[in-house]
């Protein structure tokens, strides 16, 4: 006879598909890019005839045409892969945390598909920072407000906060794809146990008080 619950076994260990270690710095990404756009700063000028001092996401966003505008086009182009790394790097986060069961949301979120397009997208975006830089510099250096004036294009908080989300996503990855997961074999020996065990349970206490209780069979020589 068994103790307390007759057939019953033990609780089977479910693999749970929600991580922590990847979504705490899913989350970190997440926040940097948000942070990166809403921050006025992307690139700051000094000792040109450009009207302003910083470039950011007023600019982006056309608020303000100042002298040296031909790379606001090109800052709308970085905004825009702000913009996929946030989507991104959400769904990433979102992913980690709730941890569905669906084979192909599985499947992205042990490989960290998501997290790796959030370091692409901000790669691209640093790529581009770099280009917009270089073009404003040259366009500094032929309209310098006096003649021999110190002319430099520097990066501004934007994108050291992308650079940043980079990072972060690079560690999420990394903690997905260290992470040992159960084989396919594993995984149909655990649903089967775990449904075995979920049947046995469904007979109620009732039944495994009987079954416990049940009196032995009549004594035959």
């Known amino acids: ?111 960290a598909f998501a997290h790796i397009l959030t370091v692409l997208q901000c790669a691209t975006v640093i790529g581009f920072c770099y280009w917009a830089s270089e073009l404003l510099l040259a366009q500094q250096q032929q309209h310098k407000k006096y003649h021999g004036s110190q002319v430099f294009v520097t990066f501004a908080v934007s994108f050291y906060l992308v650079a940043g989300a980079g990072g972060a996503s690079i560690l999420a990855t990394a903690a997905n794809l260290l992470r040992h997961y159960p084989s396919e074999e594993e995984e149909q020996a655990l649903e089967l146990l775990s449904e075995m065990e979920e049947a046995e349970g469904s007979y109620g206490p009732d039944y495994e008080a009987a079954q416990q209780f049940q009196p032995p069979p009549a004594y035959t020589p």
């Open 1 to 111: 006879m068994y103790a307390a619950g007759g057939a019953r076994r033990a609780a089977v260990p479910k693999q749970a598909e929600r991580s922590l270690a990847s979504a705490l710095p899913g989350a970190l990404a997440v926040t940097a890019l948000c942070t990166a756009l809403a921050e006025p700063a992307w690139l700051r000028l000094h000792g040109g005839t450009c009207g302003r001092q910083e470039l950011g996401v007023a600019d982006v966003l056309g608020f303000v045409s100042p002298s040296c505008c031909e790379t606001v086009l090109l800052l709308r182009v970085i905004a825009a892969f702000c913009f996929l790394g946030i989507v991104c790097s959400l769904g990433a986060f979102l992913l980690d945390v709730f941890g569905p069961k669906h084979p192909a949301l599985k499947i992205t979120r042990r490989y």
